[in-house]
T-cell receptor, first 114, second 112 residues
Framework: DAKTTQPPSMDCAEGRAANLPCNHSTISGNEYVYWYRQIHSQGPQYIIHGLKNNETNEMASLIITEDRKSSTLILPHATLRDTAVYYCIVRVRESGGGADGLTFGKGTHLIIQP | DSGVTQTPKHLITATGQRVTLRCSPRSGDLSVYWYQQSLDQGLQFLIQYYNGEERAKGNILERFSAQQFPDLHSELNLSSLELGDSALYFC???????????FGPGTRLLVL
């Protein structure tokens, strides 16, 4: 899996958009970008994933640059409950017998300020 | 609620002992994964089972083993426990062919 680089921590005001960057300059053509988050000591939670097009779901938006070397996770209206560690993971999409284990880095600790 | 359940929530035991952690995947998911999260090592993948068979191994110690039963629930067995095995242990499941993994609430193991 390609290596990712994320800032260790970020602050964001409640109600504002939180933009979390991730660099993955060695990403391969068949690797997807995934985002998970972990709220204090809870199990990690899947947020969103994408290959090259921008993606949006009920939780967040994912913006991937045209060269695919970086991406940004956007939480449009951050709330206090969004305080968590956010992990950017780049991996090949598996088929057939399910996916291999995820490789988690240190992630970004996002703190939403009231 | 991810639909993945883990028991027990907390476990306190002594060095040298053996414990078993249990995981029930989401209904219909064939793959089960185990992860360990300690303060110094972060979240690490241990092992994966798919439809009853071992499919991938990560940083799992030889003292640890796992299995997946016909009803697809899984157990992680930790033996000859050491202080350093104290950690959160997460189970995750996924639908075959899907890379999205859904995590359980974890089991917090404390070895004294």
């Amino acid at each position: 899996d390609a290596k990712t680089t994320q800032p260790p921590s970020m602050d964001c005001a409640e109600g504002r958009a939180a933009n979390l960057p991730c660099n993955h300059s060695t990403i391969s053509g068949n690797e997807y970008v995934y985002w998970y988050r972990q709220i204090h000591s809870q199990g990690p939670q899947y947020i969103i994933h994408g290959l090259k097009n921008n993606e949006t779901n009920e939780m967040a938006s994912l913006i991937i640059t045209e060269d695919r070397k970086s991406s940004t996770l956007i939480l449009p209206h951050a709330t206090l409950r969004d305080t968590a560690v956010y992990y950017c993971i780049v991996r090949v999409r598996e088929s057939g017998g399910g996916a291999d284990g995820l490789t988690f880095g240190k992630g970004t600790h996002l703190i939403i300020q009231p | 609620d991810s639909g993945v359940t883990q028991t027990p929530k907390h476990l306190i035991t002594a060095t040298g002992q053996r414990v078993t952690l249990r995981c029930s995947p989401r209904s219909g998911d064939l793959s089960v994964y185990w992860y360990q999260q300690s303060l110094d090592q972060g979240l690490q993948f241990l092992i994966q089972y798919y439809n009853g068979e071992e499919r991938a191994k990560g940083n799992i110690l030889e003292r640890f083993s796992a299995q997946q039963f016909p009803d697809l629930h899984s157990e992680l067995n930790l033996s000859s426990l050491e202080l350093g095995d104290s950690a959160l242990y997460f189970c995750a499941s996924s639908v075959a062919g899907s890379e999205t993994q859904y995590f359980g609430p974890g089991t917090r193991l404390l070895v004294l």
